[in-house]
């Protein structure tokens, strides 16, 4: 028999070797929890496709995001859904908009919680787009430069309203040099932005257009979020929005796209987020519904691998679960 000098299972033989050489470590300060905010709803509502995920009053919200801070999370990221859509997206800037009021909610019941909000436009306008829309003959365009200034708008209001971090998740070209400068110009220097960088237009987004009402009427968004085959225009995405003052970097979706996910991570060195989207939520939730797997097992090995992969934060709607299942 060969003498062998290595034998990598000599460190796997118990736990306490195991636990000693592991390299990735999840802990609730990894996790961020979106949260569904509406001015359409009485109470609390489930979204079919999302089990155990609801759509929340203000107040209901409030209460979640101080649930997920008692259970030692460090984040939770809003969505609005308002009562009024128009062609402007006048309710994503409103000052008694319904995520501002939940931004202000949520601070006076937890100011410690970091509090995160997604800006875009999809939730707020009739037709569903992230930007305003221009039909021209039997074409739609999804126009660049008006969008951005209803984004910055948007994100000066949630800003004004104590938000810590604002989040751009409608890939216009530009919007986060136009949100810093915004946001630096009304005295706001100190809110960061978590910029959705490399946001690819991914069929894994069904659920979430249920839970944010926000399905676009016509056409689809393929000529702002990106295509799912590129990954050098990723870096491109990346690194603009870098320079345009983003904090945070994000991918979306999580999984299939772990090598934009480590790529980003290691050229850039910024703090990178990815997306644990809505349609990765329900497939994995249908998975564990047929008895296919476990679903501590399978939510931690996908965590560890977001993780592993280069992820600093992970947004996801198993955070509070998550902030549980890795108590030390
Ligand atoms: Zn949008």
Redesign the pocket.
Known sequence: MRKLVHRPRRLRQSAGLRNLVRETKLSAHDFVLPLFVSERVKSRQPITSMPGVFQFTVAEAAGEAQRASNLGLQAVLLFGIPEQKDELASSAYAENGVVQQAVRAIKALCPELVVIT?V????YMSHG???VTRMDGGHFHVLNDESVELLAKTALSHAAAGADLVAP???MDGRIGAIREMLDANGFDQTGIMSYAAKFASVFYGPFREA?E?PPQFGD?CSYQMDPANAREALREVALDIEEGADIVLVKPALAYLDILWQVHERFGKPTAVYHVSGEFAMTKAGVEKGIFEERAAVLEIMTSLKRAGADLIITYWAKELAEWTRP
């Open positions: 997604d875009c436009l999809c939730e787009h992230c930007g998740s409608d890939m944010a926000s968004r």
